[in-house]
């Protein structure tokens, strides 16, 4: 499985951001998706998550704000960022993990040891 992400730019404080990836690979439906970030100097942290079965996790300083969704007809999984605020300024990264497969359809991991697949990482940056 290969990720893309794509969709972070630069924006003001307050703003939105929808970011993206793209997946290869069919079996990516039976994978749990999740989203990380890292800012400069610090170690990558856990965003938010969609397990296989749809139910959705985040960290507690983008709820409310924050929106996983996915659509597997087209392998992809989105994160929608509202209310943008400075510190969430960070490369963004999505990741699969395979285990969901057997651990069934509400596993997701919060834990970067977990993922099994990683995307590039996409550039946000949030003006104040």
């Known amino acids: 499985v290969q990720l893309q992400a794509s969709g972070g730019e630069w924006v003001e404080a307050g703003g939105s951001l929808r970011l993206s990836c793209a997946a290869s690979g069919r079996t990516f439906s039976s994978y749990a998706k999740g989203w990380f970030r890292q800012a400069p100097g610090r170690e990558r942290e856990f965003v938010a998550a969609?397990?296989?079965?749809?139910?959705?996790y985040y960290t507690d300083s983008v709820k409310g704000r924050f929106t996983v969704s996915r659509d597997n007809a087209k392998s992809t999984v989105f994160l929608q960022m509202n209310s943008l605020k400075p510190e969430d300024t960070a490369v963004y990264y999505c990741?699969?993990?395979?285990?969901?497969?057997?651990?069934?359809?509400?596993?997701?991991?919060?834990?970067?040891?977990?993922?099994?697949?990683w995307g590039q990482g996409t550039q946000v940056t949030v003006s104040s």
């Open positions: 990741a699969a993990d395979r285990s969901a497969y057997y651990l069934g359809s509400d596993y997701y991991s919060r834990y970067r040891e977990s993922y099994d697949y």
């Open positions: 969609i397990s296989r079965g749809g139910i959705t």
